[in-house]
C-alpha cells in the first residue's frame, strides 16, 4: 500500500490501498531521482510518499523553505 504522509508535520495525508507503481498514482512517471527523493520503503509491500499537506504547503511556500 501507499501512505502519503506530510513531510512537515508527520501527519498522514491519505492511504492508497494498491501498488505505488498503480498508473492513477503518477509516481511511476517519475524519474529514478524523483521517486528515491519522494518515496521511501517503510515495509515489504508499503512505500511511504513524503509530501506536504494542504496546512504545511502555503506556510512553507510563505517561509521559502522550497529555496534549501
Ligand atoms: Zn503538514
Redesign the pocket.
Known amino acids: 500500500m501507499v501512505v502519503y504522509r506530510?513531510?512537515?508535520?508527520?501527519?498522514v495525508?491519505g492511504e492508497y490501498g494498491g501498488s505505488w507503481d498503480d498508473p492513477l498514482l503518477g509516481l511511476s512517471k517519475l524519474t529514478a531521482h524523483e521517486q528515491q527523493e519522494l518515496m521511501d520503503d517503510t515495509g515489504p509491500d508499503q512505500v511511504q510518499v513524503n509530501i506536504?499537506?494542504?496546512?504545511?504547503?502555503p506556510i512553507l511556500y510563505t517561509e521559502r523553505l522550497w529555496d534549501n
Open positions: 506530510c513531510r512537515h508535520c508527520q501527519r495525508v506536504l499537506c494542504e496546512t504545511c504547503l
